[in-house]
């Protein structure tokens, strides 16, 4: 306690200033080397937009391989007439990204995209990127349905199923794909119960509720 | 209540506040309205949920680059708590064999800004538990003492409900409840089939302008923040409010240390550390008061050594860090078939569920003390990462738009098709129970470690009984006939006795409280029915510390009717020159 100067009280020292009824945000000692990122934007922390920096920053795959994840997102997610393919809605782009963010993903896709090289090589004596696209397709169908793959072509069915994951929840979280899934809350609005129509549909009412609501 | 003054002394202010949750934030409001001078210390940063810089409400998706995953917080990028369950360079350990884990928020309004706005007023039962079932104790006080404080409560936050006359899930004053939505229906409907009481949710969202703020606008995404201050948080209906009076000095990034007390043994201030210069400071007070959450709190008054106080503070009978209970959770999803294809429209609603069910069994019947109740998801929700993954163990067993069973997996325009199909089909269930308040389940300070700032850690000793693992038995028992009943089909295996059933770690659950319990006995009680420290007449605590049992209840609501029960007596002590 008394080593304690009395000096080092807030109101007194270097803490901060004390004014009644604000905020004291603490002083945090400015490092002359970074860019002044602000403390917080946009709902991020300085932290946070530090490390998204640095995520964004980084290269994880290669540009063939990069090829190879844009072929495949494009395979699992099509064009079709209500939006266009997982391509057009930056997938590839993201799976780059959440392979940073999760570390768990980077050698199961590095190594399933050799995999899958090594398939091709073995079937059609080229690299995937160089074959056709019924080829490719040829090779897709061994990993694509995990019920009736073969054995010795389990390891592929893993890393197909991730890629599939990776390149549906990229697809639909992107702005392309919530519109395309008809998502239409994430806006202010009324809320006054589900639809007659839908309530119809399924023979519910607001009946039993209303009573609770009365009383 | 004016009136509330102790004579002005140099940078000496009436009251010390530790923490900025529920029970601080409502101490806080309190007293500065009374027009005393008050200081908050908050570990974690400024907050206000209207400051754009903050905002992550009515965000899309695409605007995280995670897709709103939780790698770097703990319930994803768009929420609002600014912590988790590890903290960098804030450790604490767990003794041998034992679990605990530990959520904590570094921010304004701490775990309020995220919590799941449930407003459950604890029952006359959960105040006298062992008169009922003989198992842990009683508390001091009962439902009559509390009640005219929840209604206070009700009335200056805001709970939306409906009136049930429930004989242990008492009625607030309440606010219009938002109607069910679909799933909310059909396990309305279920449940007369299985005798799941379940009725509209109590929860803390203004269905109504309130006291000045807004009205709810339905984006269902409270954890993220409201910047219509349209639910309860802590930094936007308390702490903020607090800091207009003129009366509250805030300081962020304040980590404290100690209480600090003179020879007398009676509270003088608390050191606490700036997180930026690393500088030990003193903020001096006439009153202490603790909240900075039951573990934190507890850690706190044990670092809190003295000559006269060897065991820490307000501990003369050893209790501090005892009695430390979470809720009891297990969970369970299910595929509703009759939910595919479903036509489009907004049910968001409000951030959680319309309906619950309180516990609806009498213990006498069954192999387990205490209840629990159940907490429904579902519906049309925004996607976010993880959404679609494992389709390969959904499109091979279902029919698909076009009436078909595929084989599962697959790629290509018919698998587009299915996230479509399938959207919107789930739904989930989560139990959230009492578990028995135990002197063997307890925290205390790690001889070994400390954190960043060189305050000792908390280790923790926590063991499930076999209380709570029966009751997340039948809890999946349960889930599994409202499944049945709705028509759905439960995904995964039921969880068995190898996992416990489910039951979630202890502290997973974020409900945490006990360990600085209240009672008439100071032997076996830390503090007093008002909050107030046996040992130490200006300290008191008023987060879940005070807690002696912890009801099948969310406690929020009991924190903040404690704390203000706590503020009133502490206003009436100073009047009555008792303090």
């Known amino acids: 306690m ?91 782009a993201f799976i780059e990204f959440i392979v940073k963010d999760m570390p768990q ?48 072509h389990s390891q592929g069915v893993s890393f197909f199923n991730l890629m599939r994951n990776l390149t549906a929840t990229g697809f639909y979280t992107s702005e392309m794909g919530v519109k395309d899934l008809g998502y239409l809350g994430n806006t202010p609005n009324k809320w006054d119960g589900v639809p007659q129509d839908v309530l119809d549909q399924y023979n519910l009412s607001y009946k039993e509720w209303e009573k609770h609501a009365a009383k | 209540m004016k009136d509330f003054q102790i004579k002005e002394q140099a940078n000496v202010f009436d009251v010390v506040i530790v923490g900025s949750g529920a029970g601080g934030g409502m101490a806080a409001y309190q007293l500065t309205k009374a027009g005393a001078k008050v200081c908050m ?32 917080r703990a319930f994803g990028d768009f929420d609002a708590a600014w912590g988790g369950w590890e903290i960098e360079g804030e450790p604490y350990t767990r003794k041998k064999g034992t679990e605990f884990d530990w959520f904590r928020s570094r921010m304004l309004g701490g775990r309020t800004n995220h919590w799941g706005r449930i407003s459950l007023r604890f029952g006359p ?66 449940n007369k089939k299985t005798g799941v009481l379940t009725i509209p949710s109590r929860m803390s969202m203004l269905t109504k302008p309130l006291n000045g703020r807004g009205e709810c606008f339905y984006c269902g995404q409270c954890s993220r923040g409201c910047m219509a201050y349209a639910d309860f948080s802590s930094s936007s209906v308390l702490v903020i409010p607090a800091m207009k009076t003129g009366n509250l000095t805030l300081i962020n990034n304040a980590m404290a240390r100690e209480v600090l007390t003179d020879e007398t043994g009676k509270a003088t201030g608390v050191s606490y550390v700036n997180k930026y210069t690393l500088e030990e400071t003193t903020v001096k007070g006439k009153i202490v008061i603790l909240a900075a959450s039951a573990c934190e709190s507890s850690r706190l008054l044990l670092n809190s050594k003295s000559s006269i106080n060897p065991n820490g503070l307000a501990n003369a009978s050893g209790v501090v860090g005892k009695y430390l209970h979470d809720s009891t959770g297990a969970s369970r999803s299910a595929f509703i078939p009759h939910l595919t294809n479903r036509k489009r429209y907004n049910e968001d609603g409000v951030g959680g569920m319309h309906v619950y069910s309180p516990w609806w069994l009498d213990n006498s019947k069954l192999d387990f003390p205490r209840g629990y109740h159940i907490e429904y998801g579902g519906g049309q929700r925004m996607p976010g990462y993880g959404f679609g993954f494992g389709m390969e163990n959904v499109n091979g067993k279902y029919p698909d738009r076009s009436g078909n069973v595929k084989e599962a997996g697959g790629y290509g325009a018919s698998l587009k098709d299915d996230y479509r199909f399938f959207y919107g089909t789930d739904i989930g269930m989560a139990g959230r129970g009492e578990a028995i308040a135990r002197e063997d389940n307890y925290c205390e300070i790690d001889p070994n470690v400390v954190d960043k700032w060189g305050i000792p850690v908390l280790r923790f000793n926590y063991k499930w009984s076999d209380h709570e693992v029966k009751q997340a038995k039948h809890m999946q028992d349960t889930f599994e006939e409202i499944i049945h009943a709705l028509g759905g089909i439960a995904n995964g295996t039921k969880p068995g006795a190898d996992t416990n059933y489910g039951l979630a770690a202890p502290g997973r659950i974020i409900h945490e409280v006990g360990t600085v319990r209240m009672g008439n006995d100071p032997g076996k009680s830390a503090l007093n029915k008002n909050c107030q420290a046996h040992d130490v007449k200006n300290l008191f605590v008023v987060d879940g510390g005070p807690f002696v049992s912890q009801a099948d209840k969310n406690p929020t609501w009991t924190i903040l009717a404690l704390s203000l029960r706590a503020s009133e007596f502490i206003m009436k002590e100073v009047k009555a020159k008792s303090l």
């Open chain 1, 2 to 92: 008394n080593r304690r100067d009395i000096l080092k009280n807030i109101g007194l020292g270097t803490a901060g200033v004390i004014v009644s009824g604000e905020a004291i945000g603490q002083v945090k000692p400015k490092a002359a080397t970074v860019k002044e990122i602000p403390e917080a934007q946009d709902g991020r922390l300085r932290d946070e937009i530090i490390h998204n920096n640095k995520l964004k920053a980084a290269k994880f795959f290669t540009v063939a391989e990069m090829s190879v994840i844009t072929i495949l997102a494009d395979i699992i997610i099509p064009a079709d007439k209500t939006s266009g393919s997982a391509s057009q809605a930056g997938v590839p």
């Open chain 1, 105 to 152: 993903h980077q050698t199961p896709m590095r190594g399933g995209l050799m995999w899958l090289n090594n398939e091709s090589k073995k079937m059609f004596s080229k690299k995937f990127v160089a074959l056709t696209s019924a080829e490719r397709l040829k090779i897709v169908d061994l990993v694509a349905y995990p019920n009736k793959a073969k054995k010795e």
């Open chain 2, 125 to 190: 039962k959960d105040f006298k538990r062992k008169s009922v079932d003989g198992l842990g104790d009683d508390w001091p006080i009962s439902y009559d003492d509390m009640a005219p404080y929840y209604d206070e409560v009700d009335k200056l936050i805001g709970v939306f409900g409906t009136k049930e006359g429930l004989s242990n899930d008492p009625d607030s004053i309440f606010l219009p409840a938002p109607k069910p939505r679909l799933h909310e229906l059909m396990l309305m409907e279920a």
């Open chain 2, 41 to 72: 210390l908050e570990a974690g940063g400024y907050f206000d949920p209207a400051d754009p810089k903050y905002i992550n409400q009515l965000k899309g998706p695409w605007e995280s680059p995670r897709r709103g995953a939780s790698t770097v």
